[in-house]
């Protein structure tokens, strides 16, 4: 090979952390090329992950407020019915422009894409087994591994995709199940649930922990789990899985046990979903053979700059520790591709948002009060119900509430978390404050439009240092 053949970036995965890499490298003027086998870009988030679930959440939300909410609203309509073939292909076109829409942008680029399974010959060498059925080799200055995460099984349950279903299998049933059994109460869990229960599923979710997202923080938490049980969603935490009987053609059926131990009880369904987490993915890259090192749990150890323990060797989004979110890979990508050529990059994960896209959202950026008051620090809580919020009472949407916590001495902001319909939204304001050390009286005194969802946020913020008005 001649060196105008050798790349100054090989990316290997094309998810939102590989994709986003090759870009912003081919950006700064490097040669990049990016590999992805699954035949489409855009990885997990775009193909089976955050965009048919937004798409999912989005739709059966529409039916669930005109069959339920819209009469309130003086809209009447008769015989409100799910056509689900139509749902899946609203969804299924969403997500094939968007992927078709990262190949125009690496077009656009000019990033090479190689369509096949790559895995290491040297820290400077893929061989691309392409999905055509050839095989070629890409060489490369600098290799960023950027292939992502996959469904994590639990043992003794084997997933088929059509009755016992991983959240890829929960984006496409075919019907609508009577009933539901989610295993796991982490946001996938609780966002699928939340799709099937609307479309009038019966959901059950088991969870071996005492609570569903055990990050959330506690208040919020509590409020999150009473919102899902008044949409019937049903929980059944600190339980355990012992069983699954799929024998029976026409349901499959669990045994549960108290996670502690104790009595069994029988739970059927048509469906069950495994939702117990993610694990990050790295087989058939051959890592061993350049000596690439992974921890305890397959996870690739990074420095600050992204860099494996192999030089030239790079690594970021879900395969790495941290947040396994797409936006985090998305900086992840930014800011590798920004250090390979030359500059510096940044990213905070203490300071990444997380969103639960439910109705209400939950949304939070920052610390849990539970951490705050773990790390010693003092402290003051601000908090404002979006009952107290005008434009949430004008739209009759006005579940929830915005909880700032500040430091007690500088009023620094620590945390913010948001219940409330558009949280995915309004967290954005506690994000940026959050990141450039602001004060709750920034947020304060900053003028907020009238009436919006966001002077929910203003009137808490408020409410840590002082009173609010509007409650
Ligand atoms: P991935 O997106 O997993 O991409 C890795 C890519 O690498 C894959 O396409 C894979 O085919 C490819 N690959 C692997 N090995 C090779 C190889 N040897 N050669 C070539 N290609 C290879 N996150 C959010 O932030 N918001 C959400 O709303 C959200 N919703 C989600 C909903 C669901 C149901 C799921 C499952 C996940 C959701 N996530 C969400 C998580 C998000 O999808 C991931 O955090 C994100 O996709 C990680 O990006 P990544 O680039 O690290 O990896």
């Known amino acids: 090979a001649s060196e105008s053949d050798v790349n100054d970036v090989v990316v290997i995965g094309g998810g939102p952390g590989g994709y986003v890499a090759a870009i912003k490298a081919a950006q700064l003027g490097l040669k990049t090329t990016c590999i992805e086998k699954r035949g489409a870009l855009g990885g ?129 049933l075919t019907q609508i199940p009577k009933k539901l059994i989610v295993i796991g109460a982490g946001y996938i869990g609780l966002e699928m649930g939340s799709v099937w229960a609307r479309l009038g599923s019966e959901v059950t979710v088991v969870e071996f922990a005492p609570d569903i997202v055990p990050t959330m923080d506690g208040e ?22 012992v069983a699954v009987d799929t024998s029976s053609s026409d349901v499959v059926k669990l045994t ?65 520790p941290g947040p396994m979110l797409a936006h985090r890979a998305e900086d992840d990508g930014i800011a590798v591709a920004e250090f390979i050529a030359g500059k510096e990059g940044h990213v905070d994960y203490d300071k990444v948002p997380g969103v639960v896209y439910t109705h209400p959202e939950v949304a939070s950026v920052g610390k849990t009060e539970e951490q705050v008051k773990a790390s010693g620090v ?46 995915g939204e309004l967290i954005h304001e506690a994000a940026l404050a959050i990141t450039y050390d602001a004060s709750s009286e920034d947020i304060a005194r900053t003028c907020h439009a009238h009436p919006t969802l966001s002077e929910a946020l203003k009137e808490a913020a408020m409410a840590t240092y002082d009173k609010p008005i509007n409650i």
């Open 256 to 320: 549960l046990e108290p996670s502690a131990g104790g009595d069994q009880t029988v739970l059927e369904a048509d469906v069950v979903l495994v939702s117990a987490g993610r694990t990050p993915y790295t087989s058939g890259l051959d890592l061993d053979k350049i000596g690439v090192e992974t921890d305890k749990i397959g996870r690739i150890p990074v420095d600050r700059r992204f860099s494996t323990n192999v030089e030239g060797v790079y690594a970021i989004g879900d395969v790495i």
């Open 44 to 172: 997990t988030c775009l193909n089976v992950g955050c965009i048919p679930s937004k798409a999912l959440l989005h739709s059966s939300h529409m039916y669930h407020e005109a069959k339920t909410r819209f009469a309130n609203h003086g809209v009447k309509c008769d015989n409100v019915e799910v056509d689900l073939a139509a749902m899946m292909a609203q969804k299924d076109k969403a997500v094939f422009n968007l992927t078709k829409g990262v190949e125009v942008l690496f077009k656009k680029n000019k990033v090479i894409y190689v369509k096949g399974a790559g895995k290491f010959l040297s820290p400077s060498e893929i061989s691309v087994d392409t999905i055509d059925g050839d095989n070629t080799l890409v060489k490369g200055k600098n290799i960023i591994i950027a292939t992502g995460s996959d469904v994590k099984g639990l043992p003794g349950i084997t997933i088929d995709e059509k009755r016992i279903v991983s959240s890829t299998g929960a984006l496409a």
């Open 378 to 423: 003092a402290y003051r809580v601000g908090k404002f119900p979006m009952l107290g919020n005008s434009r949430a009472k004008s739209i009759d949407d006005a579940e929830g509430l915005v909880k700032v916590i500040a430091e007690k001495e500088t009023d620094k902001i620590l945390g913010v978390h948001i219940m409330a319909s558009n949280a």
């Open 220 to 241: 919020i938490r509590r409020q999150f789990q009473r919102s899902l049980e008044k949409q019937k969603m049903k929980f059944m935490l600190k339980t355990k899985v």
